[in-house]
C-alpha cells in the first residue's frame, strides 16, 4: 500500500510509565546529518513523532505512530495541544502544525 506523507502535520507522543519508584517519560535516540553532505551533525533524545499519511485522522495516526515505535496497540491516548506558532520554526517556509498526544503505559 502506497501512502503519502503530510509534511505540514505531524504528531508527538508522551508516553509515560511508573516503574514503582519514578515516573518515566519515554525517548527515542535520533542522529541528525547535515543535509548537503549526509555527514553526522549530533545525536539527541526526543518524543516519539513523525509526519502522517494524508489518509490518517489524527488519533488514527497517532495509534499508528506508537504501535510502530513500541509495538503497544490498545494503549488510551489523549490529545492535549497542539502546537503552530511560525515563529516557533527558522523558516516559515517549514511551518508544520504539531499535534501532542498522551498515553500512560
Known sequence: MFFIINPNISIDCVVFGFDYKQLNVLLAERVLRRSRDREYAFTDHTLIGIHIHDEKNLEEAAHRILKGWT??????????????NPQRLKDEKDQCLASAY????
Open 71 to 84: 509495538g503497544i496497540e490498545d494503549i488510551y491516548l489523549e490529545q492535549f495541544l497542539a502546537f503552530a
Open 102 to 105: 498522551w498515553a500512560c503505559s
